[in-house]
């Protein structure tokens, strides 16, 4: 059963545009919640993060919104740029400590057109 | 410079020729994990490691043990392994309440 759902395989967008890839789950006691990115031959890197008791999170160029009662996020990516070309990895826990456990999504690979 | 180190970067072995893949970390963050990475599948988590002596499964063990017999140092073992171990391995680290640290991978083939 598949806890964190990232629908989308695939994302093109021209560069400058905004880039919004979506994430859902179905944990309803998943309340921390993650994006990283990943560039071929290179691990994940942390993106961005948001908890529960917040519905957006801003960081220069990404934001990340969390409707928790539709279980749904979503990473916007305002303006997209080629350096932006990776795959994006959803990923939630239940408690954002050290006894959590991160659940990740299957990824969306977005290619930002130049 | 902060980082976690896996080695091999790429291993390719036959079937039931037991092999190690080494994971170091200079952070001293007490948290270690492993992760394997497949098309369509996405991460998911073989073992993790809350301290030193201290390991639990995550969603995928079978056929792979882990040692932590040092906060640096995570070794993934597999004792035999299979084709259905071929696949991207990736070591992470963290401190409490912080966010995952990859190393750069391992990519496993195995005939």
């Known amino acids: 059963d598949q806890q964190v759902k990232q629908n989308s395989p695939s994302l093109s967008v021209q560069e400058g545009r905004i880039s919004i890839l979506n994430c859902d789950y179905t944990?309803?006691?998943?309340?921390?919640f993650l994006w990283y990115k990943k560039y071929p031959a290179e691990g994940p890197t942390f993106l961005i993060s948001?908890?529960?008791?917040?519905d957006k999170n801003e960081d220069g160029r990404f934001t990340v919104f969390l409707n928790k009662s539709a279980k749904h996020l979503s990473l916007h990516i305002v303006p997209s740029q080629p350096g932006d070309s990776a795959v994006y990895f959803c990923?939630?826990?239940?408690?954002?400590?050290?006894?959590?456990?991160?659940?990740f999504g299957k990824g969306i690979t977005l290619s930002v057109r130049p | 410079e902060a980082q976690v180190t896996q080695n091999p970067r790429y291993l390719i072995t036959v079937t039931g020729k037991k092999l190690t893949v080494t994971c170091s970390q200079n952070?001293?963050?007490?948290?270690m994990s492993w992760y394997r990475q497949d098309p369509g599948l996405g991460l998911r988590q073989i073992y993790y490691?809350?301290?030193?002596?201290?390991?639990d499964k995550g969603d995928v063990p079978e056929g792979y043990k882990v040692s932590r017999k040092e906060k640096r140092n995570f070794p993934l073992i597999l004792e035999s392994p299979s084709p259905n171990q071929t696949s991207l391995y990736f070591c992470?680290?963290?401190?409490?309440?912080?966010?995952?640290?990859f190393g750069n991978g391992t990519r496993l083939t195995v005939t």
């Open positions: 490691s809350m301290n030193v002596e201290v390991t």
């Open positions: 992470a680290s963290r401190a409490q309440g912080s966010p995952l640290h």
């Open positions: 990923a939630a826990s239940a408690v954002p400590g050290a006894n959590s456990k991160l659940t």
């Open positions: 952070m001293n963050h007490e948290y």
């Open positions: 948001i908890s529960s008791i917040k």
């Open positions: 944990n309803s006691m998943f309340d921390y």
